[in-house]
């Protein structure tokens, strides 16, 4: 099968991927694909700037959609600096635990922000 790459810059535009509504675009593609059962690439290449608000979009967000199994075995990631990767972690970290129970997840923070 052969594997579809998904250049962040390229969807992106620019080398900044700071925005939330750019990480959608990003999420949008991959979604497309993980539900047409195809494996993607995304590749990270020429990307100077990378923020959790992004990646929460882009990546965190498919496990709304999809399993870690799915996205384990049909998702991967390409030049990613150190960084960034440490950063990918816990936003896919967070992301699986608010989609588990997204309500506890809720009433927790609002228990903690004493609202």
């Known amino acids: 099968m052969e594997i579809l790459t998904i ?20 999420y949008e593609l991959i979604k497309k694909a993980l539900q047409e ?21 882009a990546i965190g967000r498919l496990y709304k959609d999809f399993t870690e199994e799915e996205i384990k075995s049909s998702l991967s990631v390409d030049n990613l600096a150190n960084e960034d ?10 992301a699986k635990l608010y989609y588990k129970d997204p309500e506890e ?8 922000l004493g609202e």
């Open 85 to 94: 990767a440490a950063l990918l972690k816990r936003v896919v970290s967070t």
């Open 37 to 57: 059962n195809r494996k993607v690439k995304t590749s990270f290449q020429n990307v100077e700037m990378l923020t959790s608000a992004f990646l929460n979009t």
């Open 105 to 112: 997840m809720e009433k927790s923070i609002t228990e903690i």
């Open 7 to 26: 250049s962040v810059f390229n969807t992106v535009g620019n080398s900044f991927c700071v925005e939330a509504d750019d990480g959608q675009k990003v």
